[in-house]
C-alpha cells in the first residue's frame, strides 16, 4: 500500500497531464466549407473567438451555429438571440444556425443533425471548434457519425489556459472529472451501438 502511494505521488504530475491530454482532440484544423462552433455552452465566448480567428484565416467561409430547437426544428427564441449576440461580440460576421433537438444523448443527435444540415448544402468538410477539455469525446462523436459519409471532419480544440493546474483547485478535479467520465460514457457506452440507428433516421 505505501509502494502505491508513493509511487501515485511521483507521478502525479505526469497523471494530471495525461488525463488532460486524453480528452483533447487532435488540433488538425484544414481548410475546409464550414467551420462549426460547438455551441452547448452558448456564453463560451472563446469557441465564438476562436471561429472568427479560422474564418478570417481562410479556413471556412461558413461559420454553423447549433442552437438548440423542439423536435420540428424550431430554434429555441433564447438560445437564438445568445448564440447571435455572443457572435457578434466575438466578431464572427454572418452566422448560420443549425437546429438540433436536445434529445439523449444530446451530443450524439446534435451532431447527427449537423450532418444532415451539411449534407443538405453540399458541403464536403468542416472543421469542428471545441470546448478544450470536451474536445476528443465532440471529435470522436463527429468522427462517428459522419463515418460513411464523403465529409471531412477535423477538429481545432480552444482553451486550455491554466489546465495544467487543474489538481490544485476543487473546480478544476470536478470539472477534469465530468469531462472524463462523459468521455468514458460515450466511448463504451454510446458510440459502439447507437450511431447506425441516428445516421439512418
Known amino acids: 500500500m505505501a509502494l502505491i502511494l508513493v509511487t501515485g505521488w511521483l507521478s502525479r504530475g505526469w497523471m494530471s497531464v495525461a488525463i488532460v491530454s486524453s480528452l483533447v482532440c487532435a488540433a488538425n484544423a484544414a481548410p475546409s466549407d464550414a467551420i462549426v462552433v460547438e455551441n452547448f455552452d452558448s456564453d463560451n465566448y472563446l469557441v465564438f473567438e476562436r471561429a472568427g480567428e479560422l474564418r478570417r484565416a481562410g479556413l471556412g ?4 451555429v447549433p442552437v438548440t430547437a423542439n423536435n420540428n426544428l424550431d430554434p429555441n427564441a ?3 438571440g445568445t448564440a447571435r449576440l455572443v457572435a457578434d461580440l466575438a466578431r464572427v460576421g454572418d452566422v448560420e444556425i443549425v437546429p438540433i433537438r436536445e434529445i439523449e444523448p444530446i451530443s450524439l443527435n446534435a451532431a447527427g443533425d449537423v450532418r444532415r444540415y451539411v449534407e443538405r448544402h ?3 468538410s468542416i472543421v469542428l471548434v471545441s470546448p478544450y477539455l470536451r474536445s476528443k469525446r465532440s471529435a470522436s462523436v463527429y468522427a462517428a457519425v459522419f463515418a460513411g459519409s464523403s ?3 477535423t477538429c481545432e480544440p480552444v482553451g486550455g489556459r491554466g489546465v495544467e493546474t487543474w489538481t490544485e483547485t476543487w473546480h478544476g478535479v470536478q470539472n477534469v472529472a465530468e469531462q472524463w ?13 447507437s450511431v447506425l440507428s441516428l ?3
Open 122 to 124: 453540399g458541403m464536403q
Open 151 to 153: 465529409i471531412r471532419v
Open 181 to 193: 467520465a462523459k468521455w468514458q460514457y460515450y466511448r463504451f457506452y454510446v458510440l459502439p451501438g
Open 78 to 80: 433564447g438560445a437564438l
Open 61 to 64: 467561409r461558413r461559420v454553423l
Open 199 to 201: 445516421v439512418e433516421k
